[in-house]
């Protein structure tokens, strides 16, 4: 794979799993809250998800989709350099490298695409 396709392939599976599985995952929890004991802000959280409308619901489900990109977006943003950690004194370079058995693939270079370009992209904006 060339850099473009492992930094293209490697947004696509943070974005399914840090947004899609995530999103999912919470609409599961809030139709049916699992938990040995239940705590009364879940159950009454469940008992509003559950009374909603489908178009209601769907526009919460969107909501948690929207959060969840904008985590994601922040923080490829820091990888991508174009937002500093107020941690300048601390931290002096946050690099996001994938490596695969050989040499590792640094997501973050000038020759590759901005990350969260790519996420918009696959938000579809």
């Known amino acids: 794979m060339t850099p473009e396709e492992v930094q293209r392939r ?7 799993r840090l947004i ?9 929890e809030m139709l049916e ?9 879940k159950r009454e959280r ?9 178009a209601t619901r769907g ?16 923080a490829l943003c820091v990888f991508d350099g174009v937002v500093r950690l107020d941690l300048d004194d ?11 058995g050989g040499e590792g693939v640094d ?8 990350m969260h370009d790519l996420l918009a992209e696959w938000m579809g904006i």
């Open 33 to 41: 809250p699992r938990a040995r004991r239940l705590a009364a802000s």
């Open 107 to 114: 997501l973050a270079t000038d020759e590759l695409p901005m």
């Open 10 to 16: 490697a947004v696509t599976l943070l974005a399914e």
């Open 59 to 74: 526009l919460v489900e969107e909501s948690f989709r929207w959060v969840a990109y904008s985590v994601l977006f922040d």
């Open 20 to 28: 899609s599985r995530t999103v999912a995952d919470e609409v599961g």
């Open 90 to 100: 601390v931290i002096q370079e946050v690099r996001l490298i994938v490596r695969s």
């Open 46 to 54: 469940s008992q509003w998800f559950r009374s909603l409308d489908d």
